[in-house]
């Protein structure tokens, strides 16, 4: 990192954010108006948001829950929060009005927090259980006392490194909600990491629509807090409703630094046309680090080939591996580098565990990208079911330690008691290079979108909705990544359909499982029950099943219908 921006880890983030530059700008963006703030009003707006929280008389280390859209005040009193010694939790804060599920989802994760403090906005604090009423704070009324405080505080900050910073709930699952513990510690340590893979200088210009409520988003406003560097936020809404606004914002703000998932390049891409000639200028975009869902080479590439014109130059877009429960970053590739994309023999990959190199485009092969080496002090290993580290070249499990990494999740025994304990990820891939490559997922649950599903659910929804014999249907989800996408394939037993008609059964899966999970199916195949591979106790063996799925050797009598839209 250059410019005098190293800044030792054991420092606590607020403490970064008080000695910022007074030159540092931060700017909320709304569809309308954009609101920018010198340094000198956010640290005004900070005193008051503590004045505030004391007038609240919480305790250090208790938690203050935010449901609210990216804006001034999440910032300030996220930052007030710190300043105080107390811990935060970003909740989702977009409930769909006939959405009972969204809705019960923030009251599990309340009930699991129990905040002394929920800063949330009237229509969601209506919605909330009458048991909650006590402890909501508006974000109209947050305002109304900033504007009342007389005397702002103007204290040393009460947070020490061993301090309760977040509590970072991991991809939704539709069962009990787990929230990471981070500390102080871990956040300064993963910002550091990251501001040094990144090479962070005090010109960078961090951009970001993510929301705050996940990791990813919370990383883009910690590393620019961390940095001094100015800081640009559009809330996720204004993203959704215009996604090219996104690099209107990059070009306007002259942006250098803004992460985005997969997903969000491959929408653009294909949006790129709806664009004129000299409409944007993403010259000065230096890095975007893409995660949070599987990373395909064709949606990247396929972005770079639309924006070039446009001033992006190569090297920009680099595949990052991270999750909830390593703060954020597990591994980075460096600036400017190229995409490193290797060509695999699927059926060796996924059937034997084995890296085989393939020409590019050969019958058979997949590209996978690396996502670069651990950052900071992260250590990355691959083992087998045993356990036991693999040489590099071979898939396994992922396992991870070091500093940011998890120790517990809220509530629950330590998952890693001492620091020197690995933590198994619950993902598959291989290293090579020291570089990490990412194939899929351990873990049974079905996921799609950032959403986590248990296979039992689809399962049983079809067989009850399909009156089907139990065992018959297995669904699993995995990295295809032959047809670049993440996929939810079911499987049924041919011999159990009886005489129906192939198109109609079709929609029957599509809508039964999208009524009873939530979830969209992407494939559908017919096989004999006896080709089901199973456990000696007659369990069906999921990650059985997609090996085969993915490798093409799911029993060639098999009949496979085409892709089943909901």
């Not at 002259?254 to 997903?263: F, H, R």
């Not at 400017?336 to 990959?349: E, F, N, P, Y």
């Not at 509530?411 to 890693?416: A, G, H, N, T, Y």
Request: hydrophobic fraction near 45%.
């Amino acid at each position: 990192m250059t410019d005098g921006l190293v800044a030792p880890a054991r420092l606590c983030l607020i403490e970064k954010f008080l000695s910022c530059p007074s030159s540092r700008l931060t700017t909320v963006l709304a569809q309308d108006a954009a609101v920018s703030l010198k340094q000198s009003e956010m640290l005004a707006r900070v005193a008051c948001a503590r004045q505030v929280l004391r007038q609240s008389a919480l305790a250090p280390e208790q938690v203050v829950a935010i449901a609210l859209p990216s804006s001034v005040e999440v910032l300030v009193m996220v930052l007030a929060c710190w300043a105080e010694g107390l811990a935060i939790a970003l909740l989702p804060h977009e409930l769909p009005h006939e959405s009972k599920r969204e809705g019960a989802g923030i009251e599990a994760m309340l009930a699991l927090l129990d905040p002394a403090l929920i800063l949330t906005s009237g229509s969601i604090a209506q919605r909330l259980a009458p048991a909650w009423s006590e402890r909501v704070l508006t974000d109209v009324a947050l305002v109304e006392r900033m504007q009342a405080v007389e005397t702002p505080v103007d204290e040393p900050v009460l947070s020490r490194p061993e301090s309760l910073a977040i509590l970072q709930f991991t991809s939704g699952s539709t069962g009990a909600p787990k929230a990471v513990c981070i500390t102080q510690a871990m956040l300064s340590a993963n910002c550091q990491a990251i501001a040094e893979r990144v090479a962070v200088a005090a010109a960078d210009r961090m951009v970001s629509w993510l929301p705050l409520h996940h990791d990813m988003g919370l990383s883009a406003l910690t590393l620019a807090w961390w940095c001094s560097i100015d800081l640009v936020l559009m809330p996720t809404s204004e993203f959704s409703r215009q996604p090219l606004a996104w690099l209107h914002a990059l070009s306007r703000y002259k942006g250098t630094l803004s992460p985005a998932p997969t997903s969000a390049f491959a929408l653009l891409g294909r949006l790129a046309g709806r664009l004129r000639d000299g409409d944007l200028d993403l010259s000065h975009w230096r890095y975007a680090w893409v995660g949070a869902e599987p990373v395909f080479h064709a949606h990247l590439h396929q972005f770079e080939a639309a924006f070039s014109a446009y001033g992006l130059q190569a090297g920009v877009l680099q595949p990052a591996y991270g999750m909830a429960e390593a703060v954020v970053a597990v591994s980075l590739n460096a600036p400017g580098q190229a995409l490193r994309v290797r060509w695999l023999d699927t059926q060796s990959l996924h059937a034997d565990g084995v890296v085989r190199e393939q020409p590019e485009g050969a019958p058979g092969a997949a590209a996978y990208l690396g996502n670069g080496t651990g950052v900071g002090d992260v250590e990355l290993r691959v083992v087998d079911e045993r356990g036991l580290e693999v040489s590099e070249g071979l898939l396994g499990s992922l396992q991870i330690r070091g500093g940011s990494v998890i120790r517990r999740y809220l509530k629950m025994e330590p998952v890693r008691p001492q620091a020197r304990d690995w933590y198994d990820t619950g993902d598959l891939g291989f290293v090579l290079g020291a570089e990490v490559y990412i194939t899929g997922r351990t873990k049974d649950l079905i996921t799609r979108a950032g959403v986590n599903v248990s296979p039992h659910i689809v399962e049983w929804s079809l067989e009850h909705g399909l009156g089907l014999a139990a065992g018959s249907v297995a669904a699993f989800s995995c990295i295809d990544s032959r047809h670049v996408k993440e996929s939810v394939v079911v499987v049924i037993a041919v011999n159990a359909l009886g005489n129906r008609d192939l198109e109609e059964l079709r929609r029957e899966v599509a809508r039964t499982v999208a009524r009873h999970a939530g979830v969209q199916v992407d494939d559908l195949v017919l096989i004999r029950r006896a080709d089901f591979p199973k456990t000696t106790s007659g369990k069906i063996q999921r990650q059985a099943l997609s090996r085969l799925y993915l490798s093409g050797k799911l029993n060639p009598a098999a009949v496979a219908t085409d892709a089943v839209s909901a």
